[in-house]
């Protein structure tokens, strides 16, 4: 990972130049290959416009890249490259990273089937989703509003109720300990705010306005049919970041910008 990387043998995170990259064995192969969104597969001093490029997409076997480097990144102010090349802020102040990754992926497949159309194509997209920071779009929020007010105790039982009644984890299972680091909801006082189901709430939209939209993509193409689809939900179930916030005085929720979140009243 971009973050992680040092000079020790062993722990340089840079991929070896001996070992190939399934989207370069694929192009050599004849197929087409994109990557959108998320690149975490680069060194921290390779991840500028001074490069070096060689663990970036477009030398990793990808004819085309559109997306960011690292692990995140703003989703309303988004650091984007194209190719090798950095993008320009977009001027829309209604503008999301999701939207446009989704646009890069979309126009890149019809444009690759409409000019060459005999050749098959490998799409990498990672959109970020689920992961820091967790920018949701107002209209995508209020969809969720009041769905997780139960408190995460309660939702907790009937996450668990829903999986062993859908045979996904064995019957009379023993719920976990809780993290120390979530105290009992009743203990919370009334000051203290906890952005609650960010992560459910992009993931709805990725399926909706993103994922969803590839596969209506590749349906025009006439080859949905003839299409492999493997997804994946990251990052270790959800993003990690977040917890407790406390010492708000006079904040209310539409000064915490990107942040839905629940007062506790």
């Not at 802020?89 to 005999?118: C, F, N, S």
Request: glycine letters at 8%.
């Amino acid at each position: 990972m971009i973050e992680t990387g040092t000079a020790y043998p062993g722990n340089t995170d840079q991929s070896q130049a001996d070992v190939a990259p399934v989207a370069e064995i694929l192009r050599l192969n004849g197929y087409s290959t994109a990557a959108c969104g998320k690149w975490h597969e680069a060194a921290a001093w390779e991840a500028s416009v001074a490069g070096p490029f060689d663990r970036w997409p477009t030398r990793q076997g990808f004819d085309k890249f559109f997306g960011f480097l690292g692990s995140e990144t703003n989703q309303w102010a988004p650091f984007i490259f194209d190719g090798i090349h950095f993008v320009e802020l977009p001027e829309d102040p209604d503008d999301h990273v999701l939207e446009d990754m989704i646009d890069g992926a979309v126009a890149w497949i019809r444009y690759q089937k409409a000019l060459t159309p005999g050749k098959p194509f490998f799409v990498y997209d990672a959109p970020g989703a689920t992961h820091a920071p967790h920018h949701v779009p107002q209209e995508w929020g209020t969809r969720w509003k009041d769905k997780f007010d139960q408190s995460w105790d309660v939702l907790r039982d009937e996450i668990l109720a829903r999986q062993t009644e859908n045979g996904i984890i064995p019957e009379e299972p023993t719920l976990a300990a809780k993290p120390s680091a979530n105290p009992d909801w009743q203990t919370l006082s009334e000051d203290a705010v906890y952005p609650t189901g960010q992560s459910i709430r992009r993931l709805h939209r990725d399926d909706r306005s993103g994922s969803g939209r590839i596969v209506e993509a590749i349906d025009m193409t006439d080859e949905f049919d003839n299409t492999l689809i493997l997804l994946a939900y990251g990052d270790n179930g959800t993003s990690a970041e977040g917890g407790l916030i406390k010492d708000l005085p006079g904040k209310r929720p539409e000064k915490l910008a990107g942040l839905q979140a629940i007062f506790l009243t």
